[in-house]
């Protein structure tokens, strides 16, 4: 059964994936156009952002009982339905039907999260489950990177937001219909093993399996009728219990969604002055991201879970104390306040603040020369040396390439701590290893 739905199975896992990471990236680059169009204020800009969360939330408070009153397949084609309903709002001209389609899409993203990754695993061999899971968490990080990349290809376009929004349509409906059509395939598969096995089966093995299913089930609904069981101290429950919570809780406290949200305004606020180059840097953070994610999944069972969140975790200290520490010396807007329109177009930028990542290579040499020139002059007629503009210019290059090279070190020290550890039965896997 396993390998007759394999192709299918893998194409819904990664599409639940890329259709989450498309998500969660594409408000990054959109924020820019909608904010230069809509003139929305600092409150607004937030509030659309996190009306994705907000989203989330609702569904995280009755997920649970959706899924098990109507059962996984029927979670994720609602999931669906209300990502393309979503998207389809967030197509209107008008910020309240952007925040009613960003609530919307969060919903159904939780929805999809919550079940896709149990349910495909469910469809295929226990050989196989490990593999589905993969397969989701590589669909986030290549939909972020899709997302970043949208972003830039659209950064020119006259209400390229729209576009971007609803590009996540069409994978929206390839899952669909492979959710569709991979339950149908599984139940002819079910329907025809179990009849071949029962063929084979003499009467006494049969009556022997139907007893042990019996059991099976009893023993599971107990299980399950007592949650007690994860605060008592039996097996160390109550220990692995409090570091579950504490890795899902400081995987949001680590900052890593507002990187992913924001992560071209940041990069706009430290020294990218023009719009493109900020999206660019963001498409490489995305890059960045998926060679990371790729380098956890084939060491994370060789090398241990444990280890690797312990390294990732360390990079990340180090790397944001460094962005910190440098975004003091960046040539931040501060004065330039969120309201402020920002077009795609860089400022007239004077030869102190313009930043090199905004100047070609022969005109940054030539202004390097002519201010040699001009300090040198005016050591010959006895004047004071005026302050030579090339240092700034420099120094603020090199700032900036501090800064972007600290945030994909960050992305990637995520990656390959908190990513693999913190995906579905991955958590279990991480607490077996520990104890």
Same mark, same amino acid.
């Given at each position: 059964? #396993? ?13 639940? =994936? ?18 230069? /169009? ?10 659309? %952002? ?13 997920? =649970? ?33 952007? %925040? ?5 899409? !969060?919903?159904? +993203? ?6 896709? $990754?149990? &349910?495909?695993?469910?469809? %295929?061999?226990?050989?196989?489950? #490990? @593999? +589905? ?5 590589? !669909? ?9 990349? %949208? ?12 576009? +971007?929004? #609803? ?13 569709? &059509? *991979? ?10 093993? $179990? ?35 994860? &605060? ?11 570091? =579950?919570?504490? *890795? ?11 990187? *992913? ?10 020294? &990218? ?38 390294? =990732? $975790? ?11 520490? @440098? $975004? #003091? ?7 330039t306040s969120c309201n402020s329109v920002n077009t795609t177009d ?16 022969? /005109?940054? *040499? ?63 896997? @991480? ?5």
């Amino acid at each position: 059964m #396993g390998s007759s739905i394999l192709p299918l199975a893998s194409v819904v896992s990664t599409l639940g =994936g890329l259709v989450f990471g498309y998500e969660l990236g594409i408000i990054s680059g959109a924020l820019f156009q909608l904010k230069a /169009e809509f003139s929305l204020s600092c409150v607004q800009q937030e509030a659309l %952002v996190s009306s994705l969360l907000f989203g989330a939330l609702l569904a995280s408070t009755i997920g =649970g009982w959706l899924i098990d009153r109507h059962g996984r397949r029927n979670a994720i084609l609602l999931s669906n339905i209300l990502i393309l309903t979503g998207s389809l709002v967030l197509l209107i001209s008008s910020y309240p039907a952007l %925040v009613v389609g960003r609530i919307t899409v !969060g919903f159904a +993203m939780c929805i999809s999260s919550m079940s896709c $990754c149990i &349910f495909v695993s469910e469809m %295929v061999s226990p050989d196989r489950r #490990g @593999f +589905m899971v993969i397969l989701y968490e590589a !669909g986030i990080t290549v939909g972020i990177l899709v997302a970043y990349a %949208v972003n830039y290809l659209l950064s020119d376009s006259r209400r390229g937001w729209k576009w +971007m929004f #609803g590009f996540a349509i069409l994978p929206t409906l390839l899952q669909l219909l492979s959710v569709w &059509f *991979l339950s149908s395939s599984m139940k002819k598969d079910v329907s025809y093993c $179990c009849q071949t096995e029962r063929v084979l089966m003499s009467p006494a093995e049969t009556q022997e399996v139907d007893d042990a299913k019996l059991t099976s089930s009893k023993d599971s609904k107990r299980a399950q009728c007592d949650s007690m069981y994860l &605060f008592q101290s039996k097996d160390n429950m109550r220990t692995r219990t409090v570091i =579950g919570l504490g *890795l899902v809780l400081f995987q949001q406290f680590t900052g890593q969604p507002n990187i *992913l949200f924001y992560a071209s305004t940041i990069f706009s606020s430290v020294g &990218f002055q023009s719009t493109n180059a900020a999206l660019l840097a963001s498409t490489g953070l995305g890059l960045v991201k998926v060679i990371a994610t790729l380098i956890s999944m084939v060491f994370s069972d060789r090398v241990g879970r444990r280890p690797m969140l312990i390294s =990732g $975790c360390s990079v990340m200290a180090l790397g944001l104390i460094i962005i910190g520490a @440098f $975004c #003091g010396h960046s040539p931040m807007n501060a004065k330039t306040s969120c309201n402020s329109v920002n077009t795609t177009d860089p400022p007239q930028l004077t030869a102190v603040n313009q930043s090199v990542f905004n100047l070609p290579l022969d /005109e940054s *040499l030539r202004l390097f020369h002519n201010n040699t020139r001009h300090e040198n002059l005016s050591f010959e007629v006895g004047q004071k040396p005026l302050e030579p503009a090339v240092s700034p210019t420099i120094h603020s290059s090199v700032v900036n390439w501090v800064i972007l090279l600290c945030m994909m070190a960050v992305v990637s020290a995520y990656s390959v701590g908190f990513g693999p550890s913190l995906y579905n039965n991955s958590i279990h896997c @991480f607490l077996n290893e520990i104890f």
